[in-house]
């Protein structure tokens, strides 16, 4: 078993001796020093798997100390002692390079887990985990991309608040968990929530969770996001659409790293990385009095710019055969590739839906062509004829777009159900009147048999 070894940098010696016994009890042999001089001196001739520097010492501040591991020891993780409640000195640290911050007087079970997650960070990277998500959208050899995973990869190693800024559609909750699936988090949950998805009234309830009986409806105790993510990642997406109600509530639970469930009398301690996005301009928000500036210092510790779809052209492809290849196994039939022409036409759309659009155009020309190749007029773009059979009943060609018997139900109806109905009924009387013959069937309903495979899978009736 490895033994791992952790630099103790202060000049209070009732400090160190607290930090070294903590340490020592965990199975961790320390080196420690009362200045940067000496740390320095430390560093040079060993390879701790940690630092722990207080802010103030008498030959300079962390904050020095942390941008010299940065430069001479990268793979070192920082952690900085601050002081109580100095949550501006907690982020300058943060944005200099360190790993984390503790703050006086030391809580032992914070720092525990502290520690803990830095010697996660010396752990050799495992493929599996690097694998398990979909690392297709962020597949490319552009530079755009190059850099990104790069910054990904920096950004896993510290526990410092990412605001990842990005348009619509370009990959932004990816990101957020790669960046949970490379650091030391990775073992516990990621937790994904959309913002502007959660009604207002709703929200406190949601990302704190609540107790039995603190309001009709709360017939159970619920955590909320908050706790299921202790531990691990909590994804903020679309957070400029928090009302400003909800802002200020939040940006207490980010600097008391402490939540209160409705009807609660008391605050519930959370250990969580706080990942956010928004493709809406959060400082011209800021300037607008519609997000709270305390709280976008807070979010916005290191900014994490991804690239639009039509900023790296050369990636198209790659990706599309990523998506095809998806496709084809989540729908189980034999998979379709692109034509240089269709490839072409690709890359000289704008994509204003970045990967996401990409996505749904290959989704549709997948279904629709007749041969396994996908040529330009099946994608519908650019100057293509206009996309037939995308959803509905009225997309099968043979059925009525009105026939005389349908009739809506009462009151509210939900479309998107009430069409796969329709859908669903159509298809069962072409492969009743085909007997069951869905080469028959599909050319009876005007589709391909492929979109027609496809159909069936969707609605889950193969």
């Known amino acids: 078993m490895t033994t791992h070894t952790a630099l103790i940098v202060d000049d209070e010696p009732d400090i160190r001796d607290l930090l070294e016994i903590t340490l020592t009890r965990m199975g961790i042999k320390t080196l420690t020093a009362a200045d940067i001089t000496s740390a320095k001196k430390l560093l040079e001739n060993h390879s701790p798997q940690l630092c722990l520097t207080d802010m103030n010492l008498p030959d300079g501040n962390g904050i020095e100390l942390v941008q010299w591991i940065q430069q001479n020891s990268p793979s070192t993780p920082v952690a900085v002692i601050t002081a109580y409640g100095n949550m501006d000195t907690a982020i ?72 990842i800024s990005g348009e619509s559609g370009s990959g932004k909750e990816l990101v957020a968990r790669m960046i949970h699936l490379l650091g030391p988090r990775r073992d516990h949950p990621f937790i994904a929530v959309n913002c502007g998805a959660i009604p207002s009234e709703l929200m406190e309830s949601e990302f704190f969770g609540h107790k039995k009986g603190s309001f009709t409806g709360a017939v159970d105790n619920k955590d909320g996001l908050f706790r299921s993510a202790d531990g691990g990642t909590l994804f903020l997406d679309e957070v400029a659409d928090l ?26 301690p959370v250990d969580i990385r706080l990942l956010s996005a928004t493709h809406k301009d959060l400082p ?104 037939a059979g995308l959803s509905g009943a009225s997309s099968l060609a043979g059925v009525p777009k009105e026939p005389d018997a349908l009739t809506l139900p009462e009151g509210e109806i939900d479309l998107e159900n009430y069409l796969e109905t329709i859908e669903r009924q159509a298809i069962e009387k072409a492969l009743e009147a085909t007997r069951w013959n869905k080469t028959a069937a599909a050319k009876r309903l005007g589709i391909s048999f492929r979109a027609l495979r496809y159909r069936l899978k969707k609605l889950g009736m193969e």
């Open 92 to 163: 300058e640290s943060l944005k200099a390079g360190a790993f984390d911050f503790v703050s006086k007087p030391v809580e032992l079970p914070r720092l525990r887990e502290l520690v803990n997650s830095a010697l996660k960070l010396s752990e050799p990277e495992s493929d599996a985990d690097a694998s398990s998500d979909e690392p297709g959208l962020l597949l490319g050899n552009s530079a755009e991309i190059k850099r990104l995973r790069n910054q990904v990869r920096k950004l896993a190693r510290s526990q410092a608040p990412v605001f």
């Open 243 to 268: 009302p400003l109600a909800m802002q200020v509530k939040l940006l207490r639970a980010i600097q008391e790293k402490a939540v209160r469930p409705v009807g609660d009398t008391k605050e519930v």
């Open 284 to 387: 011209g928000l800021v300037q607008e009095g519609e997000f709270r500036q305390d709280l976008f210092y807070r979010i916005n510790v290191i900014e994490l710019p991804v690239p639009a779809l039509r900023d790296r052209p050369d990636d198209i492809s790659l990706l599309a055969n990523h998506i095809l290849e998806r496709i084809a196994r989540e729908y189980e039939c034999e998979p379709a590739s692109l034509t240089p022409a269709a490839i072409d036409r690709l890359k000289d759309h704008e994509f204003p839906g970045n990967v996401r659009e990409l996505e749904n155009i290959l989704e549709r020309a997948f279904t629709l062509c007749d041969a396994d190749l996908i040529g330009p007029e099946d994608l519908h773009i650019g100057n293509g004829p206009s996309p």
